[in-house]
């Protein structure tokens, strides 16, 4: 199996390069029907590969706001909103791609309306033009899941010195999506969304799940999403499952009803953020004999989570806040969860997965940050942001879990910037600890940090590569009520299992070197790419000699068409030397379509224990 699979991976990549030689040698390279005539020849010129190549940041990142800062004070006369179709590019309305597809897309596809576009803007006629206000509507539209990308542009008035016009470039991406998993020959899963319904930038979702040895054979699933009700950047969101993974089996028995709301903090002069979730979830006997489901699989519980926070000051001095990006921040959580059943097992015998929680959090946070945009992330050529700044936070509340109620502090410090080359650094330092009885318990402590270079050109070719590196250091200390260090963790090797392995140390390093192309197949893009992580686990009590190292090396690529709703998809295929738990095999390939595909940061988070998995 890893000889056939490494042969087919270079069959693979001599024709991507084979295929890229082509397209630089001949610019109109296209299908090989767009040679014949009449119907077919229309298709064949509308596959074509070479397709334009988005715009590569010469300066490698640049600051959100300075395109904004010749303007600033100046009063905003008159809002436009150019909404480009599938055929053009936001950062080069002159670029057109026209094809099929593009044509099929503007056919069938309901643009966004403009009303939803004017909700999302934090100016409005007769306003002020602040740079920094500007920038973070741009990220805050960029950000949106039915745009593919937008920019803003502020045009000057010929004779008018004082005022200016503003206009809001945006491209949808086809909202219409899903997919389809076939597990088996007697069981698999369909899923069918549209994240912009009708051009209003809500979303809907339907599931359907059928195993043939499952009772009962079907199951279903949906969720509707309101987004920023009446302008106000709420979200609420309400869903139902009857074939739900459980938590502690993955197994399709899960019922669930919930309902989300969310107020984000859409830039760091907004005053209110917050949010809340309450949910139902139970599972019922689908798969295993009674007696092993009621000892080891059977659960029932309700969780409510709400937070809320204030930005300090924010409504104060209004022009002088909108030129500072220092803030202060204050928030307050409840966290009340309870289990009315738990597997037999578990009924007198403590299990951090199964116990009750009820928790009271606040939180203190001076945060300062800016953002730069830049290309080839996670992305395949579109504007992304990231984050430059700190963030300081300090915790403490109240939480009773199993027999124990404890105080808890913690804080935690974030720094990124981008180098003078720009490379980028983002590092995270953050511990928690309770107080029983005069004594430490559960003492977590987390120091990470994540680096990527600035993309760089393979000579003469269309070929582009960036480095990621990551590495993290953890440790636990007298643990008695918290989950213990996963190997599966972010922090570790999610691929693999975490059987027999309770942990108090762990030490990861990971790296990857992605290769990004400009040219197009069919609208999609890709990237192959490397990787290698290791990761050294210590047992809790053992001594650190006996700690055992952890392995995986691989290759992959990922592709993506930035016009879809869908997400990245990536052929993943991993050499385990050492197998732990269910896993015996050392070659593990895997086809995944959830992957990030937008850089995620935020202005501020609700009051959280240290997350140290």
């Known amino acids: 199996m890893p000889t056939r699979f490494l042969y087919v991976l270079l069959v693979a990549a001599s024709c991507l390069v084979s295929e890229a030689r082509a397209q630089e040698q001949q610019a109109d390279t296209a299908f090989f029907l767009a040679g014949k005539k009449g119907l077919l020849g229309k298709i064949g010129k509308s596959l074509s590969v070479n397709n334009p190549a988005p715009a590569i940041l010469a300066t490698g990142a640049v600051k959100n706001d300075s395109v904004f800062r ?36 503007d056919a069938l596809h309901t643009s966004t309306r403009r009303r939803v ?35 803003i542009e502020i045009k000057e008035l010929p004779g008018n010195t004082d005022s200016v016009d503003v206009l809001i470039i945006c491209k949808d991406v086809f909202p219409v999506g899903g997919s389809a998993d076939l597990g088996s020959p007697t069981s698999g899963s369909i899923e069918v969304n549209d994240d912009n319904l009708v051009g209003t930038g809500n979303r809907i979702q339907f599931i359907s799940y059928f195993d043939m ?9 949906f969720q509707a999403l309101k987004r920023n009700i009446a302008g106000t950047f709420i979200n609420v969101a309400v869903g139902y499952q009857t074939e739900a993974p459980a938590f502690n089996s993955g197994r399709r028995e899960e019922k669930a009803l919930y309902l989300r709301a969310e107020l984000p903090l859409p830039s760091p002069y907004h005053v209110w953020t917050g949010g809340l979730e309450y949910a139902v979830r139970f599972t019922q006997n689908a798969y295993k004999p009674d007696s092993v489901y009621n000892s080891d699989f059977r659960y029932n519980y309700r969780l409510f989570d709400g937070w809320i926070g204030y930005n300090l000051g924010a409504k ?27 597997p037999d097992l578990y009924k007198n015998l403590y299990n951090v997965y199964y116990s009750d929680l009820v928790s009271v959090l606040g939180s203190f946070t001076i945060f300062e940050q800016d953002y730069y945009h830049t290309n080839f992330l996670y992305g395949f050529g579109r504007n992304e942001d990231v984050p430059e700044g700190f963030n300081l936070s300090f915790t403490g509340g109240l ?15 974030q720094r990124n910037y981008f180098s003078n080359r720009k490379n980028y650094l983002n590092y995270t330092i953050r511990a928690g600890t309770y107080f029983n009885k005069n004594l430490l318990e559960d003492i977590s402590f987390l120091t990470s940090i994540d680096y990527f270079t600035r993309l760089r050109k393979l000579g003469n070719s269309k070929w582009f590569l960036r480095h990621f590196i990551s590495g993290s250091i953890t440790q636990q200390a007298r643990t008695i009520y918290n989950e213990p260090l996963l190997l599966s963790s972010i922090y570790g090797i999610p691929l693999l299992s975490n059987e027999n392995i309770r942990a108090s140390t762990r030490i990861t390093f990971n790296g ?16 192959p ?52 738990g269910s896993r015996t095999t050392t070659w593990y390939i895997a086809f995944s379509t959830d992957l990030r595909f937008k850089y995620n940061s935020q202005f501020i988070k609700r009051p959280e224990f240290a997350v140290v998995n």
């Open 117 to 151: 576009i004017l909700n999302n803007l934090f100016f409005a006629p007769g306003d002020t033009v602040y740079p920094y206000l500007m920038a973070d509507n741009e990220k805050l539209l960029r950000e949106l899941s039915y745009l593919q990308d937008a920019r």
């Open 399 to 413: 939480s009773r879990r199993g027999q124990a109620t404890r105080p808890y502090i913690g804080f935690e410090y």
């Open 316 to 342: 104060q001095r209004l022009q002088e806040n909108f030129n500072s990006r220092l803030k202060k921040f204050v928030a307050l959580r409840g966290i009340h969860r309870r289990f009315t059943d738990v």
């Open 529 to 580: 790419f490397t990787f290698a992580n290791v990761s050294y686990l210590k047992t809790i009590g053992a001594d650190l000699h006996k700690g055992d190292i952890y392995t995986a090396i691989g290759a992959g690529a990922r592709t993506r068409n930035e016009n879809l709703v869908f997400g990245t998809m990536e052929l993943r295929a991993s050499y385990i030397p050492r197998t732990n």
């Open 213 to 221: 040895d499952r009772s009962p054979t079907y199951g279903f699933g």
């Open 70 to 105: 010749k303007f600033s004070g100046k009063v905003i006369r008159e809002i436009q909103i150019e909404k480009l179709g599938f055929e053009k590019f936001v950062n080069d309305t002159n670029k057109v791609t026209r094809n099929i597809f593009s044509r099929a897309g």
């Open 512 to 527: 990857e070197s992605v290769f990004y192309n400009t040219w197009k197949l069919l609208g999609f893009s890709f990237a």
